[in-house]
């Protein structure tokens, strides 16, 4: 395996006629959107008492652990967002797909509002229309608010309930201006910070998993619920991220169809067929756990689009044990750039699922960005993009419904427990003066919105 850098394969601005990586038309359908999405702990800041934000699962998790990058002022998008959605304005992105933080809008998850939280948000809303750029809201990007964590988090039922409540609060708000709607981003990553340690709140307890699935599940349900009692117009959505298991020879079959079923299928299935997976239900009650009756149907009733973070691949022995691929050409964070695959996969969930139409919500890759003066050359963010828009292109030929894409990130962020090192932004923004500059990535990315489907670049 090798990390893959960029090389100064010239310098200076970068243009289209010399673009090392290819401009052209793809051939996807007329309302097909080019956006970028961030989420709120990786850019806001604007965490202090002033704010009036709630404490989130961040904080604690970072105290234990000195050192750490945190998100206490990351892009200091709290005090810069009209900065930014101009700079997003001139990227030509046509859609905007961001997180509202939980605790800053009700900093106890529950009872009094936080009116200056909301306010952020009404006003993000409004600069982004301004700007003639469609906001999607994601209502949960891992930032449970803490109060909620000491009264069990997402191993209660109650979490979920507040979440529908939480949901409807913001569709009561925001419903007149946002259209595109979804619950959670990656409840499959989200699960991990309670079976595992490497992300908050890091309870690292196995014995949580069959639960917190299940409560994120109800949580989709009763926030999908509340939003359409607001107002059933509203399209309504949620994000798994999901990485196509493959075997690594016909022996690893069983081992890599088990995998996927556990770790991502138990999602799709849940609210796609309003079931879990036959392998997910049995551990789910030789675990104790109760399904009440009307539970799979709430969780069950219908997406009007499934969202899809994609970053890569993996693939298995019989074991089920992840095994390099000789000569794969990885990230920084080591993740294999393999677009092939995001095809097969769609493709094959095509034929599992009725698929509503689908949303990449994210995708990017983290690479060392060469500076060079008042320019930042990342070819291999933009080859990267390139070839998951062909990948995407033969899904739809081959009859997928995708609808749109989201590069991540808009910005250079907090990578959660990774720190600023990892670099996934279109735009780079400077640690120490938090100075915002267009990559090459990010001009490639608006002439493409431009020949594809007319620019909305300032
Ligand atoms: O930064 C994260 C994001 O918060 C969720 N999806 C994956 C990204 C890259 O790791």
Known sequence: MKQVKTKTIRSGR?????????????????????????????IEGGIDAASGRGRSIWEPYFEKRPGSDTGEIACDHYNRMPED????????????????????VLPQGVGAVNDKGLD??????DELLAAGIEPYLTGYHWDLPQALEERGGWNSRDTARHFGDYMELLARTLGDRVKYWGTLNEPAVVLSGYTSEGLAPGRNDPKLWAPVVHNLMLAHGHGAAAIRSVNPELIVGCTVNLVPIEPANKSARHAARRLWQRDYAVFLDAMLKGEYPKIVRKEMEASGLQILPGDMELI???????????????VVNRLGRVIPVPAAEITQV????????????????????ELPPIFITENGAA?????????IHDTVRMKYIHDHLNALESA?????????YFAWSAL?????????????????????????TLKDSAYWYRDMININQGSNAA
């Open 396 to 404: 739809i030929a081959r009859g997928v419904d995708v609808r749109g």
């Open 120 to 125: 952020f948000y009404k006003r993000l809303v």
């Open 85 to 104: 959605v101009r700079l997003f304005k001139k990227m030509g992105l046509q859609a905007y797909r961001f997180s509202v933080a939980w605790p800053r």
């Open 367 to 375: 690479i060392d960005d060469k500076i060079e003066g008042a320019w």
């Open 412 to 436: 250079d962020n907090l990578e959660w427990a990774s720190g600023f090192r990892m670099t996934f932004g279109l735009v780079h923004v400077d640690r120490k003066t938090l100075k915002r």
């Open 334 to 353: 080591g993740w294999e750039m393999h677009a092939e695959s995001l095809t097969s996969m769609l493709v094959a969930m095509q034929e599992e699922y």
């Open 14 to 42: 970068w243009s289209a006629e010399t673009s090392p990586v290819p401009l052209r038309p793809y051939e996807f359908p007329d309302e097909f959107v080019f956006g970028a999405a961030t989420s709120a702990y990786q």
């Open 300 to 314: 069950g009733s219908g997406l009007d689009y499934l969202g899809v973070n994609w970053y890569l691949r993996l």
